[in-house]
């Protein structure tokens, strides 16, 4: 799922999965790695890897150690590592890591910003620039119209 | 000292060769103790909060599941030792304690490979397994997000320990650790079959529900609990003796 070169969760971390048949709304915090296949509204933070399923429809600010991202997402994106964006994703929101890869086909909608420093994905290090990062309210109307 | 208890259905006569077998076992390994039988009259709390009062330091309950389930909730908030002696071999319980079912079964006492285990607790039962919530029209309230199945026929399960695919190999009775798997129901033309799940660990939830009936909780397939309930982990509560086949460290 995740890049080689990445750092593994514990085998015996288990990973959180977030099913095609569950809508989760409000402050997601999650420590090990996370798959969403559904619906999340609200805020979406976890300390490993992130993985947005094809179908899957986030309307969240996320921070995540690694995302692969493959659904929809309203928000903005920091990733301490590495974000690989498939050639199905649908992405309204500004992005930040240190590695990104967008496949042909993807949607994205949002400044793409690859710091040289390392960068914190900490819930109380929020640069001025983050808080000022609302979800793109003129794109809102795209994603609805899908 | 201990104190073997045989459940009420173990006074059927097909079990009275097996229970010799055990008992002689029993003395030939060196941990005899006392002998009690329930029936009707003889309730399970008195007999052991008695026991424990005399000295009792290793509960040893002789039956099924549903004899694991209702000794655990007795024995949790007391400091003695739980053993036990699976009858037959369906045990999920004695299973993932790596205890093998019958006679077998007194050579893991006689080893006293001892550890504490996790059990779940929704509002004041424990449970070593796992909950199930049949009808699905729940809301989960972790902290600070819920959690909302969005089909209509769901089964929702807390583990204690995996004995779902979704979970086993990953949940341990001893990582602190409450799974919720939430696996929708879909009607097909050979019945009902399942779709993709979801995995929630936890230490803390809250489970409400909107329907007009109160939502079901079954746990251990034994005690049937209504919503809204907390349920949260009890981090190695149960002494329990395990075997060397057990699934996990």
Known sequence: MFAKNQPIASQKTIETI??????????????????????????????NNLKVGQ????????????????????????VKGKVEITGTAVILGDIKAQIISIESGALVQGKLNMPVTNISTDPDSVTPEETSAEPIKEEENELDKE | MYLYIYDSFLNDKKYSDLLIKIEKRITDLGIKGRITRLSVLKN???????????????????????????????????????????VDGGSPIAQTLGIPPKVLACDVLASRIIKKIDLGKINNHYFINSAEITNGDVVIEYNDYKVRPTTLDNKITLYNF??????????????????????PIKGGVFGKKSMAGTVLPFTKIKIGSQAEDQVSIVTDEQIIMKTPAEVVVAPQKLKIIVGPDRLFE
């Open chain 1, 18 to 47: 977030i099913g095609p048949s569950v809508k989760v709304e409000g402050k997601f915090k999650g420590e090990g790695d996370l798959v969403i296949e559904g619906i999340l509204v609200g805020d979406l933070q976890t300390k």
């Open chain 1, 55 to 78: 179908n899957a429809t986030v309307d969240a600010h996320i921070k995540a150690n690694n995302a692969f991202i493959s659904g929809k997402i309203k928000g903005n994106i920091i």
């Open chain 2, 44 to 86: 399970m709390k008195e007999l052991i909060t008695d026991g424990v009062k005399e000295g009792v330091q290793t509960v040893v309950a002789i039956g099924n599941n549903q004899t694991f389930a209702k000794v655990i909730n007795i024995v949790a908030d007391l400091d003695v030792t739980l053993g036990l002696v699976p």
């Open chain 2, 162 to 183: 995996g004995t779902d695919q979704l979970v086993a190999d990953k949940s341990h009775p001893i990582d602190g650790i409450l799974e919720a798997v939430i696996t």
